[in-house]
């Protein structure tokens, strides 16, 4: 399958596409099913996460940091799994991934960052500042989910 974008990309989006793991890679069928082991990755994160700040679990700073920063490299691969013309079945995208798709990268950019903020406050102990940033992560969960993911 050829490889086109109905607009023209930034420089620097073409070159993280590129950079994902190889074009064929990153075009081919198993595109779909990647990113969706990612977002699965993401949950197990986010479940273990929020076992621990929302007290149900005992809270372990390395743990916490080392979730935390899967979960950023996952949101960071976001837009490298999403090339355009792969909204076919199984994907559960929509359209609007490509025809929103500033608006589809800064939604995981304020993951990713989110991600880091709380990587940091593991790593410094803080657990307020942890639970600040956790609450933003799972908002960006949501706020995409609800723009850009059918039901
Ligand atoms: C930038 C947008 C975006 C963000 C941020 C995002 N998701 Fe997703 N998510 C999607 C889209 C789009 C799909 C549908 C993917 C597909 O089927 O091709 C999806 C699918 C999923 C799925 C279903 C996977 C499957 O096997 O069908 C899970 C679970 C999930 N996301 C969890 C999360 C969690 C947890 C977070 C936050 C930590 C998150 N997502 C953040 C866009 C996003």
Do not use: Y
Request: glycine residues 6%; charged residues 25%; aromatic residues 6%.
């Amino acid at each position: 399958m050829a490889f086109s974008l109905r607009f023209a990309p930034p420089l620097g989006l073409a070159l993280v596409l590129a950079a994902s793991a190889g074009l064929a890679w990153a075009t081919g069928a198993d595109v779909i099913q990647a990113r969706r082991e990612g977002m699965k990755t993401m949950k197990s994160d986010v479940r273990i996460l929020s076992e621990m700040i929302e007290g149900q679990g005992v809270v372990d700073p390395q743990t916490a940091a080392r979730s935390a920063r899967s979960l950023g490299e996952a949101a960071r691969a976001i837009p490298g799994l999403f090339p355009e013309g792969s909204a076919r079945p199984p994907s559960t995208a929509r359209l609007a991934v490509w025809a929103d798709w500033a608006q589809f990268t800064d939604l995981a950019r304020q993951l990713s960052d989110a991600a880091e903020d709380l990587e940091r406050a593991a790593v410094n102990g803080s657990f307020e500042d942890a639970s600040d940033a956790f609450v933003r992560v799972t908002r960006s969960c949501r706020n995409c989910h609800r723009a850009f993911k059918e039901d």
